[in-house]
C-alpha cells in the first residue's frame, strides 16, 4: 500500500467549511495497487438512508446525513446535521467500476486506476528579439 502526497494538508474545495466551521467527513486516500481508495469515518449510520456518493467530473462527493437522538432517565443527546467531503480523483481514475462498501463505521470507496498517468513535460521557453515582441 502506497500513500498518496498531497502539497496541501487541506483540500482547497473544503475551504469554505474550514473558514466557516461546517464539519467535513474526515478522510483518508491511499493508492492500492491499481486502485485508488477513499476511507471516511461514519460511525453509527444506516448507509441506505444516511450516505450519498457521488461523482462529478474528477471529484467523489461523500455527503453524510445524521440524525441521532439519545435519551435516558436523566438527560437527553441528539446529534444532527449534513457532513460533505469532497475528494479530486487521480488522473487515470476510472469511472467505470467504482465501489462504495460501508463496514463497522468506515465508508470505503474503491476507484480502478488505469496504467499510468503521464509525469508531465517541462515546456521550453523561446526568447524573441526586443523588436519582435513589439509587433
Known amino acids: 500500500m502506497s500513500t498518496t502526497s498531497r502539497l496541501f494538508p487541506l ?5 469554505p467549511t474550514a473558514l466557516f466551521g461546517a464539519q467535513a467527513v474526515r478522510v483518508e486516500e491511499y493508492t492500492d495497487g491499481n486502485t485508488y481508495v477513499v476511507r471516511a469515518e461514519a460511525p453509527g449510520l444506516d448507509p441506505d438512508k444516511d450516505i450519498t456518493v457521488s461523482l462529478q467530473g474528477n471529484r467523489l462527493h461523500i455527503r453524510v446525513e445524521r440524525n441521532e437522538e439519545r435519551i435516558d432517565k436523566a438527560h437527553s443527546e441528539f446529534h444532527y446535521g449534513s457532513f460533505t467531503r469532497s475528494v479530486q480523483l487521480p488522473l487515470n481514475a476510472q469511472e467505470e467500476g467504482i465501489t462504495a462498501s460501508y463496514v463497522a463505521g ?6 480502478p486506476l488505469a496504467g499510468t498517468v503521464s509525469p508531465g513535460r517541462e515546456i521550453p521557453v523561446t526568447s524573441k528579439p526586443a523588436a519582435a515582441a513589439k509587433k
Request: aromatic share 0%; charged share 25%; no cysteine.
Open 106 to 111: 468506515i465508508l470505503e470507496v474503491r476507484v
Open 11 to 15: 483540500d482547497l474545495g473544503q475551504l
